[in-house]
């Protein structure tokens, strides 16, 4: 995807390597990230990660527990940014895309007459402290409603390419644009709504629900894509799908327990998220991304 001419977008910071304990080694990682998906009913094994890379972590057996004060939003705690942004290689990738984002979420707002209130893009190390609490790089990228933050350890796309096989930069792209799918959903009152319905339902409703949610950050990411189609190379599409197919719920269960429970779904099967972030591509229009309409 060419990119090249945009600057790096000035909403990012880096906050280079994480501190705050609470992490041990291997899988068995707690964290306390977005409780306020699932309300106050949550329990160990119920969070909700609003994320790509949270589908991964979760079916490679990340296991989950709320540490105290996870869910604070406060500013208390919020790390600084300790060196400049956009420096690397893959940062620089990263602050463009935020760029075309800016752009292109900024034209769709205001076509409805609205502005667009960008989020933060913060690089990380490790761990870190957001305001819906710590998290490691284990659980791979994610949106923070409470601070209207992303956060992106880069480390996360070579994952992606090696252990995936989900390689190529409009991969990488498309994991940006689906945490700022994320975003649009926080910022247009998607996020509550969901959230106050969850706090109604059982965990596997509540699990159905998140598919939907995160369905719905794919094909908004289709949108962003459709709306740059002039800067599209040969290829770009076909990885895209692909990254979308790796990190199924059901791909990624198979891979790592050898069977699929589809009750436990928070992101949605392979062949959904091909089918939501393809409708988004060829619609190029938000209005076709309703997932919580009918059958997905």
């Known amino acids: 995807m060419r990119l090249d001419d945009?600057?790096?977008?000035?909403?990012?910071?880096?906050?280079g390597s994480g501190g705050g304990g609470g992490f041990g080694g291997?899988?068995?990682?707690?964290?306390?990230?977005?409780?306020?998906l699932l309300g106050s009913r949550l329990g160990c094994g119920t969070i909700a990660l609003i994320g790509i890379g949270a589908a991964i972590f979760m079916a490679l057996g990340g296991g989950g527990a709320l540490l105290s004060g996870g869910g604070t939003t406060g500013s208390g705690g919020q790390q600084v940014a300790q060196q400049k942004a956009c420096d690397t290689p893959e940062e620089l990738q990263a602050c463009r895309v935020i760029t075309s984002t800016e752009q292109t979420w900024t034209k769709l707002f205001a076509d409805q007459g609205q502005r667009y209130p960008a989020p933060v893009l913060n690089f990380y190390e490790g761990s870190v402290q957001s305001g819906c609490g710590q998290a490691s790089s284990a659980a791979g990228p994610f949106y923070c409603p409470a601070d209207r933050g992303i956060y992106l350890d880069t480390g996360f796309f070579r994952e992606l390419a090696t252990r995936f096989g989900a390689a190529g930069d409009f991969a990488q792209n498309y994991v940006i644009?689906?945490?700022v799918g994320h975003h649009i959903q926080n910022v247009s009152g998607t996020m509550e709504r969901v959230r106050a319905r969850q706090a109604r339902m059982s965990q596997a409703e509540g699990n159905a629900l998140s598919v939907r949610v995160e369905l719905q950050a794919d094909c908004y990411a289709g949108v962003w894509a459709a709306q740059n189609r002039d800067r599209l190379e040969a290829g770009d599409i076909e990885e895209g799908l692909r990254a979308a197919e790796a990190i199924g719920d059901d791909t990624l269960q198979r891979q790592a327990q050898g069977t699929v429970v589809p009750e436990s779904f928070t992101h949605?099967?392979?062949?959904?998220?091909?089918k939501w972030l393809k409708r988004g591509l060829d619609s190029g229009n938000p209005a076709a991304c309703d997932t919580f309409s009918g059958a997905i």
């Open 6 to 15: 945009l600057d790096p977008s000035n909403n990012v910071r880096d906050l």
């Open 268 to 274: 949605g099967t392979s062949a959904q998220r091909m």
């Open 177 to 179: 644009a689906h945490e």
């Open 26 to 36: 291997g899988g068995n990682i707690l964290f306390a990230l977005l409780p306020m």
